[in-house]
Nanobody, 115 residues
Framework: QVQLVESGGGLVQAGGSLRLSCAAS????????MGWYRQGPGKQREFVAY???????NYGDSVKGRFTISRDNAENTVFLQMNDLKPEDTAVYYC?????????WGQGTQVTVSS
């Protein structure tokens, strides 16, 4: 069984920055990819960023140019550097890893951006 633990959320002013972390633990073989999703109040879950095993990355249109996803393979950890935050970025952010046979989700961390 694999578990993900997220950290780094908080309250920031518009234009500020936060760095989210997500560490995987448990019996892990290969990881095919790692990603971040978010869900604002009353909204559907939205794709934010993804990094594949090849190190190719992909971003949602709303965060391109502002967010950067990265990983530490040795520690099975994925990061999300969020710059130039906007009030519309306010959401619960969830990390995800893709294993050969399943997806695993983190518990979520709250990001609130004030104007």
């Amino acid at each position: 069984q694999v578990q993900l633990v997220e950290s780094g959320g908080g309250l920031v002013q518009a234009g500020g920055s936060l760095r989210l972390s997500c560490a995987a633990s448990g019996s892990i073989g290969s990881i095919n990819g790692m990603g971040w999703y978010r869900q604002g109040p009353g909204k559907q879950r939205e794709f934010v960023a993804y990094i594949f095993s090849s190190s190719r990355t992909n971003y949602g249109d709303s965060v391109k140019g502002r967010f950067t996803i990265s990983r530490d393979n040795a520690e099975n950890t994925v990061f999300l550097q969020m710059n130039d935050l906007k009030p519309e970025d306010t959401a619960v952010y969830y990390c995800q890893i893709a294993l050969p046979m399943s997806y695993v989700w983190g518990q979520g961390t709250q990001v609130t951006v004030s104007s």
